[in-house]
């Protein structure tokens, strides 16, 4: 209740109706106010002494709206008899004064102390939630995994160090080099994932071959939560208009044209994929792919990229004119440097042109690694020793590399600790190494966790009639006979193919096991599922590309289920292509492709990292066919289904004009003569790359004790359980239902009496989720939940960044404190509005500070921690609470006052905090790279200044960092 005077003009807000926006007096008599309030179309008349309205005062540095529109932040505050006028200034610097009669009436009111003198009071759970929400997300943008956890894949250490030290360059230009298996795409999208979250990145191209788009596309959604737009030209012309033009209703001789004014469709999206071939085919599209502008570009395949010296090829310079335009750039390649330096040169030279601008020098400093590189494995046999010992006879080739302080500091380390010794020579000489800062490699040989892979084949014989009928065929028949059967149509031909009973037979033989079939077209594994179902009464899924993501979502989770899922799923190419089925250990190739990394990818799909077993390759075949000439092409001469074969494609391309009439022709010893060739061929490049492995820049890709770190950290978060029963909470506040699913997962939808029109991230029709990694690995369908998912981000950022919980009463029994003692608990958070690139909320010492008072200002928080408190509080009617707060106002805003002197102190403690830790890491790092780049050329000079000024740009932002008053909850004895 108001002790003030009205008078007409002054702005009053409704205790019980805050949402009616401001209110202006219109009419005063001795026993009657009477308020307007335009904003609600809306008028109220309340009784003079129990009017349940505040008067509005908004104080110095705060901003207010003028009718028009106007805005100032206030720089005095005027008492004009009853009345009050803000003179301030606008955005423009403009200086305006508003009457209080002239202020807007469209306002809400959000700080705390408003709230809750407003009458605006949340359940005292909610301040509990908006607390704990506080205090996580600050403890996970800490964490050093932060960006790296919440994406669906196994925590494997090559791939998270790669992430984490890629992932948190300032505009990042590497060269993402593993070999087939061990994940590149995995690793770009953990940088990608990092990048967004922290704010480095806003725009982002994906530039693939046309057949991975899809891949891709599923691949970000699945693994990473990252929404693309795949980009084609039919996409183009719908977003145009284009595509509701008939041309055959154009008059003759006329033709659909885009009009060069139409809105760049590369403008429409933040996260886009499309094809190479659809850049290079179009000087419109690829143009307007450069004026777009992008944080990072990303291209697979780049081994694609053909260019000679002089002679670059169209897609090269097209990723090169894209690479100018683009902050960032990651390229991923699994082919070697040794099958093409000058290639390898050119991928380079995309990266940093101005480092990488002459082959040949290129050349003489690549031959002056291979004594530093014989140094560290030096240095790595003494550390492998029992014990380690420090080898003093290297000081003298130390020296060639270190400086004397780096020497006799190592020494002096190696008297106490030899092995601690050893490790810093080996990081001092990686941080130098050449291509180490701009190419990482890892290959099987250093990468331990893959299976052993056994080739099993199955020769079926055809009659001579067969036989013979089959070899008059082209090789494309001969590799896929589904339409060869005389006598019979496409539709029946499985009744006769000896393939289909073979599989039969194998099937029913392996009861137990998990059986996948890969055959080229989705016709063909379509009717075997129908067969084996149907006929045989198999327990099957079929998975192809005519099905919806959902519905493929649906065979591959009927397939993981262990208890009454699928024995076999049948899947035409795609099913080698963005998919895993590590739980299974036998794959059938009911046929084979022609492209040994199209063999590779489908093996790959069983052979992975996590497999628990042997993979077991079946192969039925029939003899003396092309489809047996190219099963022993591939596994005598490439040894390609039991080993990984990185030569694979070279040789096919060197052999292709020989290899595909060998395959159909019956010309005596010419295919062994081809067999033996490739064998001896394969067995050159393999020892080339062997003979070139670069070790260095293996261990350079993989730091062992930091990616355990890695590793161990995604593993504790993985085994909390705080992140579960945080949701539960999130969701009973908003009114999210969640029900039991299975074991570790859980039904989460919308409720009729949801809180908010639509809570984030998640869809209208709800969605299964888990908190558990390996059940997410293994059901795609599956929402992998974590910190990072972007319904938990988004329920975060919607807590955190409105007035949800910030306001809240609740009473409580304490023994010593007798009935109708008021406690106030305040929550202050440091406010440091800074661009999110600079990650300012990273050094932050504290996410918030808790003071609990009472009436005399005295500290109580280490005596009741919050934890403790929460359960020992009981609710309150709203109405009762509002009643309460409007008698105890004065005593409340006294309080307030109180916590706020209390804490105002902390404020510069917290900010010279925040600034040592800030200029501690920048300074080192930036010292570091300045250090390294006198003797590593691959140090971008432009790294260097993004530091210097990120270092520039904290401070100044940290200077303006203020304690705020986040929230208030008052607490009544009872």
Known sequence: MSQEQYMIGQRWVSDTEAELGLGIVLEVDERQVTLSFPAAAQRRTYALRSAPVSRVRYQVDEQVRHQDGTEITIQEVLQQGLLLAYQGVTAEGEEKMIPEFELDSFVQFSTPRERLFSGQIDKYTHFGLRHQTLETLHRHRQSPAFGLSGPRVQPLPHQLYIASEVGRRQAPRVLLADEVGLGKTIEAGLILHQQLLTGRVKRAL??????????????????????????????????????????????????????????????????????????????????????????????????????????????????????????????????????????????????????????????????????????????????????????????????????????????QRAEKDPADALDAAVNHLLDRHGTGRVLFRNTRASVSGFPDRHLHLHPLELDDDALLALSDRSLEDQLHPETFWPEHSFEDWWLVDPRVAWLNDFLRANRGAKVLVICASADSAQALELYLRLRKGLASAVFHEHLSLLERDRAAAYFADDEAGAQVLICSEIGSEGRNFQFAQDLVLFDLPLNPDL????????????????????????????????????????????????????????????????????????????????????????????????????????????????????????????????????????????????????????????????FPGLAEEGMTVTYDRNLALAREDIQYVTWEHPMVLGAQEMIAHSEFGNTALATIKLPGLKPGTLLLEALFVLHCPAPPTLQLDRYLPEAVLRVLIDANGKNLSAVLEAGKLDGLLQKVPRPSAQDLVRHARPQLAQMMDSAEALVAPRQEELVEQARQQVTSALTEERDRLKALAEVNPNVRKSEIEMLEQQLADSGKYLNRAQLRTDAVRVIMTV
């Open 599 to 758: 063999l590779e990818q489908r093996i790959g799909r069983l052979d992975r990292i996590g497999q628990q077993g042997d993979v077991n390759i079946h192969v039925p075949h029939y003899t003396e066919t092309a489809q047996e000439n190219l099963l022993h092409w591939y596994h005598q001469a490439l040894d390609a289904f039991e080993q990984t074969c990185a030569v694979g494609r070279t040789l096919y391309d060197e052999f292709e004009e020989r290899l595909l009439p060998a395959l159909v022709e019956d010309e005596e010893g010419a295919f062994d003569s081809l067999l033996e060739e490739t064998r001896e061929r394969a067995e050159t490049l393999r020892a080339q790359l062997q003979a070139g492995r670069d070790r260095l820049l293996e261990l350079n890709s993989c730091q062992p004790q930091r990616a355990q770190k890695l590793v161990d950290q995604l593993r504790a978060q993985d085994q909390d359980d705080t992140l579960p029963e945080y949701l539960e909470r999130v969701f009973d506040a908003f009114g999210v239902d969640q029900d039991d699913h299975g074991e570790q997962s859980w039904v989460v939808h919308p409720s009729e009496q949801m809180r908010v029109p639509h």
């Open 206 to 411: 994906v530039v693939v071959p046309d057949s991975l788009q899809h891949q891709w596309l599923v691949e970000m959604l699945r693994r990473f939560n990252l929404s693309f737009t795949l980009l084609d030209e039919a996409r183009c012309q719908a977003m145009a208009g284009l595509d509701d033009i008939d041309p055959a209703l154009l008059p003759e001789g006329e033709e659909i044209t885009i009009a060069e004014a139409e809105d760049n469709p590369f403008e429409s999206e933040q996260l886009i994929i499309c094809s190479l071939e659809f850049l290079t085919g179009s000087d419109l599209r690829y143009q307007q792919a450069l004026e777009a502008g992008w944080d990072l570009l990303l291209v697979d395949e780049a081994h694609h990229l053909q260019w000679h010296s002089g002679e670059p090829s169209e897609a090269y310079r097209c990723i090169e004119g894209l690479s100018r335009v683009a902050d960032g750039l990651l390229l991923l390649t699994a082919t070697p440097e040794q099958l093409g330096i000058e290639s390898h040169f050119a991928r380079l030279r995309l990266l940093d042109p101005d480092r990488y601008h002459d082959l040949d020098a290129f050349l003489a400093e690549h031959e002056r690694y291979e004594p530093l590189n014989q140094l560290v494995q030096q240095l790595l046999e003494a550390r492998a020793g029992e014990p380690p010992a420090w080898p003093k006879s290297l000081e003298r080739e130390l020296g060639a590399f270190l400086s004397k302080g780096e020497i006799k500091a190592l020494s």
